[in-house]
């Protein structure tokens, strides 16, 4: 019933910048969001969540301090900036609506919850 777009991503260079946005077909203002990715051979990751109307992000250890998360709830959009790119950040980009995980840390998608395409996110020199 969601859909998401995601878009934004690209093939960069090491300490590039993108910004990937996800576009929703329904007003997020009272939904997390969270951002994965998931390169070829490897588990899907829990990067980045971020709590509506409160603003509480969470971060991956692995891109603390170079991804940042934000959201326009009037244009049902979230963003993901994303700086100093590292070769093992290349992956397929998806956001979603989401949960806290039983363990406290990170998120996991809403049960049943749509996706979108994703983005691709290359980086290398």
């Known amino acids: 019933q969601v859909h998401f777009v995601e878009s934004g991503g690209g093939l960069v260079q090491p300490g590039s910048s993108l910004r990937l946005s996800c576009a929703a077909s329904?007003?997020?203002?009272?939904?997390?969001i969270g951002w994965f990715r998931q390169a070829p051979g490897k588990a899907r990751e829990d990067i980045t969540c971020?709590?509506?109307?409160?603003?509480?992000?969470y971060y991956k250890d692995s891109v603390q301090g170079r991804f940042t998360s934000s959201r326009d709830d009037a244009m049902n959009t979230v963003y993901l900036q994303m700086d100093n790119l590292k070769p093992d950040d290349t992956a397929v980009y998806h956001c979603?609506?989401?949960?806290?995980?039983?363990?406290?840390?990170?998120?996991?998608?809403?049960?049943?919850?749509?996706w979108g395409q994703g983005t691709q996110v290359t980086v290398s020199s």
């Open positions: 979603a609506i989401v949960r806290q995980k039983s363990s406290g840390v990170g998120c996991e998608p809403m049960p049943r919850g749509s």
């Open positions: 329904i007003s997020l203002d009272i939904y997390a």
């Open positions: 971020h709590s509506a109307r409160g603003g509480h992000i």
